[in-house]
């Protein structure tokens, strides 16, 4: 059976950091496509970032150049470094894996909230 843990979130003021984890279980990250989406009170979930299992990358505009996304395949886990956080920002954050194989996934979801 697979689980996605996530964790990291919180309540933080503008500007500043955190990083996000997802620890996956029954599943080989490193055969999946991985994905940040985030989901705000009254939006559609969108896309932050996601890695193919090629290494290929992509990021939401609004997030470039201060979100990092990571695969770390030792410890099956993928991770979302964001930095410079913004009001705009807060939001319930999921993880995401798929392949054609396995399947897709996704985790419980994890609450950031930035504000002064």
């Known amino acids: 059976q697979v689980h996605l843990v996530e964790s990291g979130g919180g309540f933080v003021q503008p500007g500043e950091s955190l990083r996000l984890s997802c620890e996956a279980f029954g599943i080989d990250l490193s055969r999946c496509n991985v994905a940040w989406y985030r989901q705000a009170p009254g939006n559609q979930r969108e896309l932050v970032a996601d890695?193919?299992?090629?290494?290929?990358?992509m990021y939401l505009d609004s997030v470039k150049g201060r979100f990092t996304i990571s695969k770390d395949n030792p410890k099956n886990s993928v991770h979302l470094e964001m930095n410079s956080l913004k009001p705009e920002d807060t939001a319930t954050y999921y993880c995401?894996?798929?392949?054609?194989?396995?399947?897709?996934?996704w985790g419980q979801g994890t609450q950031v909230v930035v504000s002064s």
């Open positions: 890695e193919t299992t090629s290494g290929s990358i």
């Open positions: 995401h894996v798929d392949s054609v194989q396995l399947g897709d996934y």
